[in-house]
């Protein structure tokens, strides 16, 4: 049974920071690319931020220099480090995990910028 379990959400300040974590089971972790999505209310889910099986990352222009994806295999775990947070990125995140023959998705985990 494949599980992606998200971690690391919750309120913060503007200017503030937060690590989210998704950990991954029951699938060859270190084959997949892994994706960090997120969706704000009344908005579609749009891509943050990727992270190849190879490591090769690529962000979306409005975190560029701001938010950071990494990896370890050895823990099945992507991780996202998100800093100098705004308010715009208020949403739900989410991971994905993400290969040619078929991707899973978690549940979410609420990332809530305000002061």
């Known amino acids: 049974q494949v599980q992606l379990v998200e971690s690391g959400g919750g309120l913060v300040q503007p200017g503030g920071s937060l690590r989210l974590s998704c950990a991954a089971s029951g699938i060859a972790f270190s084959f997949y690319n892994m994706d960090w999505y997120r969706q704000a209310p009344g908005k579609q889910r749009e891509l943050v931020a990727r992270i190849t099986s190879g490591g090769t990352t690529n962000y979306q222009d409005s975190v560029k220099g701001r938010f950071t994806i990494s990896r370890d295999n050895a823990k099945n775990t992507v991780y996202l480090q998100m800093n100098s947070l705004k308010p715009e990125d208020t949403a739900v995140y989410y991971c994905?995990?993400?290969?040619?023959?078929?991707?899973?998705w978690g549940q979410g985990t609420q990332v809530t910028v305000s002061s």
């Open positions: 994905k995990a993400d290969r040619t023959a078929g991707n899973y």
